[in-house]
């Protein structure tokens, strides 16, 4: 029910997403050109509802976009965009359309005339035309696309449908201020009046931002300086609080619940679904419920390259030295994010390299991770005695709260088993952890699937490019030099590649690999890192090796500032994923 809440707030949000604000002019525009019309509006909006509700069930259940690459869905909305307008703004081009040669050139006159007049059909394309491209805009769409969908169709088409009636709901209600402020100014339009060649003018301009890449261009310079009116933060921040409501349900230590009672204010734990390998579990498989009764488990949820799960994991190690003999058990789904994660020898390695003894399960298909619902990394979910669902956090932070959770759910295992309660250790782990509400820049992708925040290129566009380095540079932008071959994931660097980054943070990691090891250069505000080297960096010749699949360490300052990291590539064939910061 809460998702259905924060779906209906999403779509009311998109309208101001960076990736949107360019389009409304087209909503406005076609809703009052000839005459305002609320007809007009509607059918319009509701085409574009459609359109998005159609274009999600395509991307999703078929194969029939699999290898479309994004940029072509935008070269067909810009193109309509465009024919509508030079239509608009030349209304005889409607005399030279032959239809196949099936319509005459009066009969073209008439239809012409007739769209003028603003006829069905061009509402319906115009509407249509813009489905796709409002479907890039919202974190609670991909939410439904990627994690709701898979799971329940009815939950997702209900989700899907909550959504976008919020979108049209908001996009309505802007199209009728548009109208009332036509008819308040005295604007009478025709076919070939000013106001008309206008819209249609603006039609064009527009089209030809879709088209050439610009309007992501914009997108990213206004998320760059959106603060606090950035839409995607305020709609993540609702995902965050309406998915960890658990934590308000915590179990309290002494409380004692009959059975009527803690199933009526908890849920019961789902099962680990057909996981695809097992580690630190001797090589036999682990369930939840053979620990029902006996022990209190705890579910983290992480993937070995984010480098928020890896802040998490020394509590983990913690907690499960401290408590795994007074009853607790960690089951560590892990749940990959890219590719080579899936990979179970990297994983291994990974376990390794973080001292990791709990058992690991591997859910490379996202079934467990559907089946608890999750949509975060690193996240811990806490089941008690019974089985139940006591505590849950998302992301890093409060792991006080989540350990004097796990102290209850054991002195309550204690009472229930007859030992003694005041035998669980005490106290709470403390680690010297980053100050995060410092941390100004945001994860970056560099593979177009995700890769809004491209400066100097087209975001979303795949295929071998070559880039250069504008004179001036936007903070918590990327830019790229050299030649890339942008693939779905990561961009792959030919020989002498640069990369650039303004951020605002104390440490930088990039996540990357390559087949042959890659020396890079790394470089903070133009010089080389010195003491503030990383450990994957080498601080006498400010040099990594970007070798195995993982995380690498570039930058560690002990105060968090504004300063510019450039990577320098010797070689090619290194893989770019995402930059962090902490």
């Known amino acids: 029910m809460t998702l259905l809440f924060i779906s209906f707030v999403a779509g009311l949000l998109t309208v101001l997403a960076p990736c949107v604000l360019p389009l409304l002019p087209v909503i406005i525009g076609e809703s009052i050109s000839g005459k305002p019309s609320r007809k007009r509006a509607v059918v319009t909006i509701a085409s574009l509802g459609i359109s998005l509700f159609l274009f999600t069930f395509l991307l999703k259940v078929s194969t029939v976009l699999i290898h479309v690459p994004l940029e072509a869905l935008s070269i067909v909305s810009g193109a309509l965009l465009i024919i509508f307008g030079l239509l608009t703004v030349f209304p005889q081009l409607w005399d030279h359309f032959g239809l196949?040669?099936?319509?005459?050139?009066?009969?073209?006159?008439?239809?012409?005339?007739?769209?003028?007049k603003q006829s069905l059909v061009g509402d319906i394309i115009v509407g249509a035309a813009l489905g796709p491209v409002f479907s890039s805009c919202s974190p609670t769409y991909f939410l439904i696309l990627a994690t709701v969908l898979p799971v329940s169709l009815a939950m997702g088409v209900a989700y899907l449908t909550v959504y976008i009636f919020g979108l049209c709901l908001a996009l309505f209600a802007i199209a009728v201020l548009g109208q009332h402020l036509v008819m308040k100014l005295g604007i009478v339009s025709n076919p070939e009046g000013w106001l008309m060649r206008s819209i249609g003018m603006l039609f064009i301009i527009i089209g030809l931002l879709v088209i050439s890449g610009i309007d992501k261009k914009i997108e990213a310079s206004v998320l760059a300086h959106a603060g606090i009116f950035d839409v995607?933060?305020?709609?993540?921040?609702?995902?965050?609080?309406?998915?960890s409501g658990g934590t308000a349900n915590s179990i309290v230590y002494g409380e004692q619940l009959t059975p009527e009672q803690k199933a009526a204010k908890y849920t019961k734990a789902p099962e680990l679904v057909k996981p695809d390998g097992y580690l630190n579990t001797d090589g036999q498989p682990i369930t939840i419920g053979?620990?029902?009764?006996?022990?209190?488990?705890?579910?983290?949820?992480?993937?070995?390259?984010c480098i928020n799960c890896q802040r998490t994991i020394p509590y983990l190690n913690q907690w499960y030295a401290k408590y795994k003999d007074q009853g607790l058990e960690i089951i560590s789904v892990h749940t990959p994010e890219f590719a080579f994660e899936h990979e179970q020898t990297n994983v291994a390695a990974a376990l390794k390299q973080f001292g990791i003894e709990y058992p690991v399960v591997l859910d490379n298909e996202y079934q467990t991770w559907n089946a608890f619902g999750n949509q975060f990394w690193p996240r811990e979910y806490l089941i008690d005695i019974d089985g139940y669902v006591v505590h849950d956090h998302a992301g890093e932070g409060e792991y006080d709260v989540t350990e004097k959770a796990i102290q209850a759910a054991l002195a309550e295992r204690a009472q229930r088993l007859g030992t003694d309660p005041s035998m669980i250790a005490s106290g709470t782990v403390s680690i010297a952890d980053p100050n995060l509400q410092e941390v100004q820049s945001q994860e970056t992708y560099f593979g177009y699937n995700r890769n809004k925040y491209l400066a100097n290129g087209t975001p979303g566009q795949s295929g071998t490019h070559t880039y250069s380095f504008p004179t001036a540079t936007v903070p918590n932008l990327l830019y790229l030099q050299g030649t890339w071959n942008i693939g779905k994931e990561y961009a792959t660097a030919s020989a002498d590649a640069h990369i650039k980054f303004s951020y605002g943070a104390h440490d930088v990691y990039f996540v990357a690999s390559a087949g042959v090891p890659v020396s890079v250069t790394v470089l903070r505000d133009g010089v080389p890192v010195g003491t503030m080297a990383g450990s994957d960096v080498d601080p006498k010749t400010s040099t990594?090796?970007?070798?195995?699949?993982?995380?690498?360490?570039?930058?560690?300052?002990?105060?968090?500032?504004a300063h510019t990291i450039e990577l320098i590539i010797h070689g090619s064939g290194l893989n770019a994923y995402t930059f962090t910061f902490g």
């Open 100 to 116: 196949a040669n099936a319509l005459n050139k009066s009969s073209n006159r008439v239809m012409g005339q007739g769209f003028m």
């Open 232 to 243: 995607t933060r305020i709609e993540q921040h609702l995902l965050t609080a309406g998915s």
């Open 290 to 305: 053979q620990f029902k009764g006996k022990k209190v488990v705890l579910i983290d949820f992480w993937t070995y390259s």
């Open 544 to 561: 990594v090796t970007i070798g195995s699949q993982r995380l690498y360490r570039l930058i560690h300052d002990t105060s968090a500032g």
